[in-house]
């Protein structure tokens, strides 16, 4: 017999899916970018702009996924013409848009990481230089929370201390304090310990931007 649904109905929802799809994808590009904001903050006293303009672009991109894929949606259940036209140009500067924060990435790969490096290098030369007059600087907090965070020491590794590492060098206790011995400083590096944590993290984002463009 006659189906129930109206005319069309099966494209409609497909479209409907679709955009629930992208409206996924660019949430979890967007809340992925405000985590890895917060994670990485410390990150940004250190190094210059480089560095957290590609979370600022993470932000960007993951909200105006949102937002077109909510035009898509309003336009396939309103049958508004006029807003699917529009969700379908949005759709294709995105996708332009895409590629060329691909191509600017892949440009400054290498550079995100040199000037992390010297970053490093440059903050924990400072932090030895404040450490012996007691005061706390914006550098020194820097400091203190990456090892904290990416448990581990100085740029190089704890020797960068001159046999005097801060007791962000070491775990903590389950009672929140730091637990130092001999045995318990960490003996990585931050120059090692945190690109392998940005890399991970730059999977991730690869992998969700692919899933997007196949979908587009």
């Known amino acids: 017999g006659d189906s129930c649904f109206p005319p069309g109905w099966e494209e409609m929802m497909y ?32 190094s210059d702009d480089n ?8 932000i960007i991109v993951g909200s105006v996924i949102f937002v077109i894929s909510f035009l898509g949606c309003c336009g396939t ?14 759709l294709i500067l995105l996708v332009c848009g895409q590629i ?3 191509v600017w990435a892949y440009v400054i790969r290498d550079k ?8 490093l290098d440059s903050a924990v030369d400072t932090y030895n230089k404040t450490k012996a007059d007691g005061k706390v ?9 990456l090892q904290t965070i990416f448990e581990c020491c100085g740029s190089e590794g704890r020797a960068d201390y001159q046999g005097n590492p801060p007791s962000s060098c070491c775990p903590v206790t389950d ?13 990585m590096g931050c120059k090692e310990k945190i690109p392998e944590s940005i890399k991970t993290n730059l999977w991730i984002i690869g992998i969700i ?7 587009e």
Do not use: R
């Open 100 to 102: 060329a924060c691909g």
């Open 137 to 145: 600087t914006v550098i020194k907090e820097a400091v203190d929370s």
């Open 112 to 119: 995100i990481f040199v000037d992390l490096e010297e970053g």
């Open 77 to 90: 259940l309103l049958q508004s013409n006029n807003l699917l036209m529009l969700y379908f140009m949005l």
């Open 15 to 46: 479209q409907i899916k679709e955009g629930l799809g992208y409206q996924a994808l660019g949430g979890t590009l967007l809340v992925l970018g405000v985590y890895l904001k917060i994670e990485y903050k410390a990150l940004d006293d250190i």
């Open 51 to 58: 560095f957290g303009t590609w979370m600022y672009g993470l």
């Open 209 to 215: 931007l692919g899933i997007l463009l196949f979908l």
């Open 175 to 187: 009672s929140n304090l730091p637990h130092c011995t001999e045995a318990t400083y960490f003996e």
